[in-house]
């Protein structure tokens, strides 16, 4: 699919790029793909229930939906939601709080996030400022509500155990929780339509209004930068197979772009689409992305799916759907036998066979756990085979092979051509 030239900064409303991400964070849930906003839907539902400012709610909301941004590993998902009170749950936190701290639009969330798993009397010992301790326990209060209710979402009986889950909730004022904060859940959780607010088809209903709601909040270029460079972070972190693999092949991407003479605006979008390009990883179990040997059928199939996942998430963001191509197409390949849309390489515009070469080249050069980064010849003689093959756009390789010191530099800094 080609698509014509951007000339114009890029910009993006927060709201869709929040909701949007929070879809990728619910992503690490792998079958349950709700959890950050039920959440959220829950903390604004108490903030409703007290009277808080419109702001205020939303601005809960929007914490609910992306609490767990330092979670992306499906293992610590499983501990999260499973135990009450996991011993390494801070690890997160703590994570998140790193990630939030320096991206202005949402720095107002970093401390809450850094607190979210921390008890009330923690909190009070320590002297945590009284609006990031309020709005972090009740945070904290909700999340462990839908830990307790996620075996009850699937088989439709959650209604049958909110008293349950309410009293366990209860038994934990003044330590756990704030007094004042499990009094307001249990004033606002006694009417079903709390609960029914949790359904598949109420959250979507949920998030359009809360969509409609908010402002406007137009973000900068250099602002989406950043966020897009936090979420493939998030990525990265997933599997030491896959560290700083975004990063590297955003760079390779735009290195591709200058040298073959595409705008700067679109050098820009190409480069965010590399830092986001595998977001759909999140959904990959961490034993796949961390298996040394040759996937299975299954586990390949699985794999495969991840492109799709990205695609998924970014469409949703006014001004990424050009984006949102490129990313989803960078497994396509030129003769039409790529994943996960098997596009017609005709059919495939440059920024989509500039992401796939910087792909694969960022992941030859790059060091694994199991190998060491190959060496400029051996990438090269890599990637001279599979444009051979017809697996990769021979045009966009050029430029490489033309200077490969430039380009090993692009895909891994540090590393000299040898």
């Known amino acids: ?31 349950d793909l709700a959890h950050g906003k039920r959440v959220g839907i829950m903390a604004a539902e108490c903030a409703r229930w007290q009277g808080l400012d419109p702001e205020e709610v939303l601005f809960l909301f929007d914490f609910g939906l992306l609490h767990d941004i330092g979670v992306s590993s499906t293992v610590t998902h ?81 209604l049958m155990q909110t008293e349950r889950i309410r009293a366990e909730i209860a038994a934990r004022a003044g330590t756990y929780f704030s007094p004042e904060l499990v009094t307001l859940f249990l004033e606002t959780s006694r009417s079903e339509s709390f609960w029914l607010n949790l359904e598949p088809r109420s959250i979507q209903s949920y998030l359009n209004d809360m969509r409609a709601r ?27 197979f896959t560290a700083e693999h975004s990063l590297g092949v955003a760079r ?46 299954r586990e390949r199939k699985m794999m495969n799916a991840h492109s799709f996942e990205t695609y998924q998430i ?19 390949q030129p003769g039409g036998d790529g994943y996960p849309f098997r596009i017609d390489g005709g059919r495939l515009c440059l920024e ?20 060491a980064g190959l060496p ?19 045009e966009v390789l050029a430029v490489a092979l033309a200077d490969m010191p430039a380009a090993m530099a692009a895909a891994r800094p540090g590393v000299a051509a040898h």
């Not at 790193?98 to 923690?122: C, E, G, N, S, Y």
């Not at 009070?124 to 009850?152: E, S």
């Not at 970014?314 to 396509?332: D, S, T």
């Open 252 to 297: 390779l991407a735009r290195f591709f772009g200058e040298r073959l003479g595409l705008p700067p605006a679109r050098c820009d979008q190409l480069e965010i689409a590399g830092l986001l390009h595998d977001i759909g990883k999140l959904r990959v179990p961490d034993e796949i992305l961390d298996k040394p040997a040759k996937l299975d059928e």
């Open 376 to 394: 400029a010849a051996a990438v090269r003689e890599f990637m001279e085979e599979m444009r051979s093959q017809g697996r990769v756009d021979g």
């Open 1 to 31: 699919m080609t698509t014509g030239p951007a000339n114009s900064a890029l910009s993006a409303d927060l709201r869709y790029v929040i909701y949007a991400l929070s879809d990728a964070l619910d992503l690490v849930g792998i079958d």
């Open 78 to 158: 499983g501990h999260l939601v499973s135990e009450f009170d996991w011993e390494s749950s801070q690890l997160h936190c703590e994570t998140g709080y790193l990630l939030l701290r320096d991206f202005a639009p949402l720095a107002d969330m970093a401390l809450p996030v850094r607190f979210h798993h921390t008890h009330w009397d923690a909190l009070l010992a320590q002297g945590v400022d009284a609006q990031v301790a309020r709005r972090a326990n009740l945070i904290y209060l909700v999340d462990r509500v839908d830990a307790l209710a996620a075996p009850h979402y699937a088989d439709g009986s959650l």
């Open 352 to 371: 989509a066979r500039i992401l796939r070469v910087a792909d694969i080249f960022q992941a030859m050069a790059q060091d694994r756990p199991y190998r």
């Open 214 to 240: 908010g402002r406007t909040q137009r973000v900068t270029l250099a602002e989406l930068k950043q966020l897009a460079t936090i979420f493939s972070r998030i990525v990265d972190a997933k599997s030491p």
């Open 314 to 332: 970014l469409r949703l963001i006014p001004g990424f759907e050009e984006i949102a191509l490129w990313a989803a197409y960078h497994h396509e």
